[in-house]
């Protein structure tokens, strides 16, 4: 256990749709990270929060958006959901924002149907 | 092209077996390398983490890197069937605020 929590586990929901993915970092991290694993694209980064602000961003999409809370908690949200969202994201959570480890969470497993 | 490529495997091996897993990149500003374990349905785990070129052991596992040929490589000794899983590698910069570029992740199976 990584002591990094995700939730929800699995969501399923339609086309069109909106979802929100939360993450709980591991106690007294201030950096999350997001990722995006597909079989076709793999594990790909998607943005970083240090500490409720933006570090930086990968190839995220438009209508996907992401925040960082003053409890340090994330949310990545997914908006007008495609079929090609499905996908697993991962949360990564590390001590500050530099060149240490990233510890992953379980993963939210999304299918768009 | 991708800028980091690994084999997808899978790659079966005998219980004990000693394991060499690859990958190459393309980005000659990646300084820090590192190897994840992926086992399935589960979120990646960091076995290995190196900066710049040289070999690192821990334990069964050594991670070696070479920047001239730009090629990483982790070593599995005595392989054993709980460490079938997938095996990612990634690298990232010094100032992209660490956000990590993966491989697409070998499969591996030890049989007993």
């Known amino acids: 256990d990584s002591g990094v929590t995700q939730t929800p586990k699995h969501l399923i929901t339609a086309t069109g749709q909106r979802v929100t993915l939360r993450c709980s970092p591991r106690s007294g991290d201030l950096s999350v990270y997001w990722y995006q694993q597909s079989l076709d694209q793999g594990l790909q980064f998607l943005i970083h929060?240090?500490?409720?602000?933006?570090?930086a961003k990968g190839n995220i999409l438009e209508r996907f958006s992401a925040q960082q809370f003053p409890d340090l908690h994330s949310e990545l949200n997914l908006s007008s959901l495609e079929l090609g969202d499905s996908a697993l994201y991962f949360c990564?959570?590390?001590?500050?924002?530099?060149?240490?480890?990233?510890?992953f969470g379980p993963g939210t497993r999304l299918l768009v149907l | 092209q991708k800028e980091v490529e690994q084999d997808p495997g899978p790659l079966s091996v005998p219980e004990g077996a000693i394991v060499s897993l690859n990958c190459t990149y393309s980005n000659s500003a990646f300084q820090y390398f590192m190897w994840y374990r992926q086992y399935s349905r589960k979120g990646p785990e960091l076995l290995m983490y190196?900066?710049?070129?040289g070999n690192k052991e821990d334990g069964r596992f050594t991670a070696q890197v070479d920047k001239s040929s730009k090629y990483i490589s982790l070593f599995i000794r005595d392989s054993q069937p709980s460490d079938s899983a997938t095996y990612l590698c990634?690298?990232?910069?010094?100032?992209?605020?660490?956000?990590?570029?993966f491989g697409g992740g070998t499969r591996l199976m030890v049989k007993p």
């Open positions: 929060y240090y500490n409720g602000e933006e570090r």
């Open positions: 990564a959570s590390s001590v500050a924002g530099a060149q240490e480890t990233q510890y």
């Open positions: 190196t900066y710049s070129s």
């Open positions: 990634a690298m990232s910069v010094n100032n992209a605020g660490n956000m990590l570029t």
